[in-house]
């Protein structure tokens, strides 16, 4: 039970081809696609929107940090 070969892949493939059709093999393969496309978006815009973000969290703290203390008891 080794890696199949060259003509039992053949064979796989034309069966996949068979059962799902082109209509649908070519819309899976557009949308696995666009899927790692967007992936690929994310994860360079995360390494670059981590700065951002830290300065957007930064900007929005309240300017007066005792008041919004929750772990001391309010009176």
Do not use: H, Y
């Not at 059962?19 to 696995?32: I, Q």
């Not at 696609?33 to 994310?42: E, H, Y």
């Amino acid at each position: 039970m080794g890696i199949p070969g060259p003509f039992q892949l053949l064979i796989v493939l034309l069966l996949v081809l068979l059962l799902f059709g082109t209509k649908r093999l070519r819309s899976l393969g557009s949308d696995l696609g666009g899927a790692i496309r967007d992936f690929r978006k994310g994860v360079s815009e995360d390494g670059d929107g981590s700065k951002s973000a830290d300065n957007q969290q930064q900007s929005a703290k309240p300017a007066d940090p005792a008041n919004t203390d929750s772990s001391k008891p309010q009176s």
